[in-house]
């Protein structure tokens, strides 16, 4: 392929990794609120509601976290950064078990970060 053609394919890859992250980061909103909600009816539960605050706490954390490392390493790969071009792999690898989408995202990802002529591409 030419090098304009890939700077186009890191370019995606780039924003479909922004435009996730963002989702996550959403979702993990959405999931901590829902969580605190249903939460809110197991109170007289002590070990129901132990659950329900360790989960409703640790589930949207891991995925803001994981959110803020595809959102940062996105933002590195539009900006042609080398070091972005690993932390999208692994987070496009970690992706792959989200199906269907972080699959394909995943896939495509790791498809163009791979290729010989990405590699001279980022500074």
Not at 8 to 34: D, E, N, P, R, Y
Not at 53 to 70: D, H, M, N, V, Y
Not at 94 to 99: D, E, K, M, N
């Amino acid at each position: 392929m030419e090098e304009s053609t890939m700077k186009k394919h890191v370019t995606l890859v780039a924003a479909l990794q922004i435009g996730f992250s963002a989702m996550g980061i959403i979702g993990a909103t959405i999931l901590f609120f829902v969580f605190s909600f249903a939460g809110s009816f197991v109170t007289d539960v002590d070990v129901a509601g132990t659950v329900m605050k360790f989960l409703g706490t640790f589930l949207p954390s891991l995925l803001i976290l994981g959110s803020i490392l595809g959102l940062v390493g996105g933002i590195g790969l539009l900006n042609m950064q080398r070091w972005a071009r690993i932390l999208v792999m692994i987070m496009a690898a970690i992706g792959c078990f989200l199906f269907p989408v972080g699959t394909i995202l995943g896939v495509y990802s790791i498809w163009v970060l791979l290729q010989d002529e990405t590699t001279p591409l980022l500074h």
